[in-house]
């Protein structure tokens, strides 16, 4: 069976914090953030390891392995979106169906050392670039599709819940 695509606008974290995980974005700095991203990253290679990493809890539920992997997504995407709104004055992001990559990169399918490596690195990437990001370019702007606009600073603190939430989905 397949997972019900996440419709949610999930902007509102930005503004209080999440009764799912309990992550509250809005309490973070923008120099919080690349630890946060390593100290995430640090977690999930143990979750890969464990031997139902790629067994679904139930129908609706990604596995382990599945969310592992759209965390290192994440994290490459967000790295993007962070390098694009540098390079250009507030830029549109392209469009990421994060449930049609799910499916068309064979989340389910995905070797879990592999993912727990390129998790790895993509997490390490994308902290050095939020590392050097100067501070007079942190109110630099970009938006999505839908029309959500973000600072750099705010990108960092809607970000970083993403990979914290999933986190706590798999560790229950």
Known sequence: MAIVPDTKNWTWVLERECPECGFDSGAIAFDDVPGLIRANAAAWPAVLARREARE????????????????????RIFRTRLELMLAEDDPAFPNWDQDATALEDRYSEQDPATVARELTEAAAEAARAFEAVPAGSRQRTGRRGDGSAFT???LACYFIHDPVHHLHDVKG
């Open 152 to 154: 750099v600073e705010s």
């Open 56 to 75: 679904r809890p139930d129908e609706s539920t990604w596995s382990d392995l599945e969310y592992a992997a759209h965390v290192r997504d994440v994290f």
